[in-house]
Nanobody
Framework: QVQPVESGGGLVQAGGSLRLSCVASGSIFTINTWGWYRQAPGKQRDMLATITSTGTTDYADSVKGRFAISRDNAKNTVYLVMNSLKPEDTAVYYC???????????WGQGTQVTVSS
C-alpha cells in the first residue's frame, strides 16, 4: 500500500505561483511513476505531469512551460511548481502513484487550487 498526501493548495491571483507537495508513505519502492492530475467541477480528471523512477517527465500541453514536476527521494516527496497561474487552472489537484508490476493506482485526497482573476 502507498498513501500519497497532498498539500500546498490555496487561493492565488492570476499570474501568481504555487508549489504543491505530495508526501508519500508505505511501499514507495514499488512505485514506478508519480503524477499530478486535476479535476474541475463537472469535468473529468486530467493528467498534468508525470515523473518516472528514472526521472523522465511528461507534461500536458496545457501546462507545458508553466508547471514543473520534481521529486526528492530523500523526503519521499513529489512537487508540482505552478507558475503563471490562470483562472482556468482552478481545480482540485491530486497526486497519483502507479505501482511498478501491476499498474495499480493510488490517489491522494486532493488539494484545492483557486486562481482569481
Amino acid at each position: 500500500q502507498v498513501q500519497p498526501v497532498e498539500s500546498g493548495g490555496g487561493l492565488v491571483q492570476a499570474g501568481g505561483s504555487l508549489r504543491l507537495s505530495c508526501v508519500a508513505s508505505g511501499s514507495i519502492f514499488t512505485i514506478n511513476t508519480w503524477g499530478w492530475y486535476r479535476q474541475a467541477p463537472g469535468k473529468q480528471r486530467d493528467m498534468l505531469a508525470t515523473i518516472t523512477s528514472t526521472g523522465t517527465t511528461d507534461y500536458a500541453d496545457s501546462v507545458k512551460g508553466r508547471f514543473a514536476i520534481s521529486r526528492d527521494n530523500a523526503k519521499n516527496t513529489v512537487y508540482l511548481v505552478m507558475n503563471s497561474l490562470k483562472p482556468e487552472d482552478t481545480a482540485v489537484y491530486y497526486c497519483n502513484a502507479v505501482q511498478r508490476w501491476n499498474s495499480k493506482n493510488y490517489w491522494g485526497q486532493g488539494t484545492q487550487v483557486t486562481v482569481s482573476s
